[in-house]
């Protein structure tokens, strides 16, 4: 059972502040979370092999394909600045 000091603590700790009814609801609330892992604990899966979802989920976006964009112009015209064909944006690196 977590009482209300440790949830003090770990809210100090934190840097949460919390009044006097919100550290006893989540003293209530944690222990209630901890009981439950402690269930879980007694389960025995040796034999579950470890995975990082539930179920399978399988990519479903399309493969990238080069190509051409029709009106090089338009989008060109819509740059704060362009060089050229290209883009002109700010220099980021330092040229040290």
């Keep these: 059972m977590i009482d209300r000091e440790q949830v003090h603590k770990v809210a100090n700790l ?5 009044t006097p009814e919100e550290e ?3 003293s209530t609330q ?3 979370i901890l009981e439950y892992v ?11 092999p470890p995975t ?3 179920i399978d989920v399988s ?15 338009a989008i060109l015209s819509s740059a704060p600045e362009q060089e ?6 700010p220099k980021i690196l330092n040229a040290d």
């Design 14 to 18: 934190a840097r949460l502040e919390l």
């Design 24 to 26: 006893a609801q989540f």
């Design 30 to 32: 944690l222990s209630s």
């Design 38 to 48: 402690e269930q879980l604990s007694e389960l025995d899966v040796a034999d579950v």
């Design 52 to 54: 990082t979802r539930a």
């Design 59 to 73: 990519n479903v976006t399309r493969e990238d394909k080069l190509q051409p964009y029709p009106d090089r112009e």
């Design 84 to 89: 050229g064909d290209f883009f002109k944006v």
